[in-house]
């Protein structure tokens, strides 16, 4: 059975810096071919792509996060990372992990849709204070 727990999050002032992690279990990213992501929720919002990677490790990124975040994986340990620069208050939010296979996709992308046959995470908190 795939888990996915995250872990990193926590309260920065505007500006700082933080870095999320993911474990996965129940699969191999070095041996099978899953999409993964992040996603973030906040407040009274709608839950929203942050970042994606496919299994050969080519990212995406929301336009609000472009240039502040850096999404990779290290295989070996299973785990999914997402960097995240110059954060801002409206960064606060729960963050989720999510992975699928990518049988079921077309591209690896940010959309919640990609990731509906998918698993998460329960999430962790960043609040970015002012």
């Known amino acids: 059975q795939v888990q996915l727990v995250e872990s990193g999050g926590g309260s920065v002032q505007s500006g700082g810096s933080l870095r999320l992690s993911c474990v996965a279990s129940?699969?191999?990213?070095?041996?099978?071919?899953?999409?993964m992501g992040w996603f973030r929720q906040g407040a009274g919002k709608e839950r929203e792509g942050v970042a994606t990677?496919?299994?050969?490790?080519?990212?995406t990124y929301a336009d609000s996060v472009e240039g502040r975040a850096t999404i990779s994986k290290d295989n070996a340990k299973n785990t999914l990372f997402l960097e995240m620069n110059s954060l801002k208050p409206e960064d606060t939010a729960m963050y989720y992990c999510?992975?699928?296979?990518?049988?079921?996709?077309?591209?690896?992308?940010?959309?919640?849709?990609?990731?509906?046959?998918?698993?998460w995470g329960q999430g962790t908190q960043v609040t970015v204070s002012s």
């Open positions: 999510a992975a699928v296979r990518e049988t079921w996709l077309t591209t690896c992308s940010l959309g919640l849709g990609s990731f509906s046959r998918g698993h």
């Open positions: 990677i496919d299994s050969v490790g080519r990212p």
């Open positions: 129940g699969y191999s990213m070095e041996e099978s071919r899953y999409c």
